[in-house]
């Protein structure tokens, strides 16, 4: 009963650097997404993908890429990592749309220095 | 611009009380509002919600009230109890089939034994 499962769940990085953050979903769910969370914030939409082959910006999409390599698995990649990109990110499911529930990851903790 | 505001960033209440989070938001196109709650180290998991049609929305010791006219919703939690320590958020989405929530920032509860 793992529900969304992301990986790692720490990571640090060097500014420059690059990669890819992991999850996947057991539940089914059409649609997935990718949050990131800062200090004092509420969490802000990266990317979403509707559906199995789509993809679509969020509030925050620079810098980031996407892809929804199935029905199950969503990933995030930073290509060149940049300070400002040092949060908390989660991924999420849900069976369509937002209105109906989002089930989150346990969240990746990322440093960039 | 932030859309979805939570004034509180803490809340202490006595066991046994009754709790109320407070959110108002500014985009009068919000048509559906979700409360979340998070445990530190935790991704976030759905607790309530709302749809415009309504005002009220109960479920166990959760309710939640929406007033249109003031754009302001709360969230009541009574009895409260102290497994209910955690930062909630309140989130809206824009329009029915929508795929964006926008979050506050959140309220840290800490209800005390």
């Known amino acids: 009963n793992a529900g969304v499962t992301q990986t790692p769940k720490f990571q640090v990085l060097k500014t420059g650097q690059s990669m890819t953050l992991q999850c996947a979903q057991d539940?089914?769910?059409?649609?997935m997404y990718w949050y990131r969370q800062d200090p004092g914030m509420g969490l802000r939409l990266i990317y979403y993908s509707a559906s199995e082959g789509t993809t679509d910006k969020g509030e925050v999409p620079n810098g980031y890429n996407v892809s929804r390599l199935n029905k199950r698995e969503f990933s995030l990649r930073l290509e060149s990592a940049a300070p400002s990109q040092t949060s908390v990110y989660f991924c999420?499911?849900?069976?369509?749309?937002?209105?109906?529930?989002?089930?989150f990851g346990s969240g990746t903790q990322l440093s960039v220095l | 611009d932030q859309q979805v505001k939570q004034n509180s960033p803490s809340l202490s209440v006595q066991e046994g009380r009754i709790s109320i989070l407070n959110c108002d938001y500014t985009n009068s196109m919000f048509d559906y509002f979700l409360w979340y709650k998070k445990y530190p180290a935790e991704g976030p998991t759905f607790l309530i919600s709302?749809?415009?049609?309504?005002d009220k929305n109960e479920d166990g010791r959760f309710t939640v009230f929406l007033n249109k006219s003031a754009k302001h919703l709360s969230l009541h939690i009574v009895p409260s109890q102290p497994g209910d320590s955690a930062v909630y958020f309140c989130?809206?989405?824009?329009?029915?089939?929508?795929?964006?929530?926008?979050f506050g920032k959140g309220t840290k509860l800490s209800v005390i034994p």
């Open positions: 999420a499911s849900s069976e369509g749309v937002v209105s109906e529930k989002l089930f």
């Open positions: 539940m089914n769910h059409n649609s």
């Open positions: 709302i749809s415009s049609i309504k």
């Open positions: 989130a809206a989405s824009g329009e029915a089939g929508s795929y964006q929530l926008t």
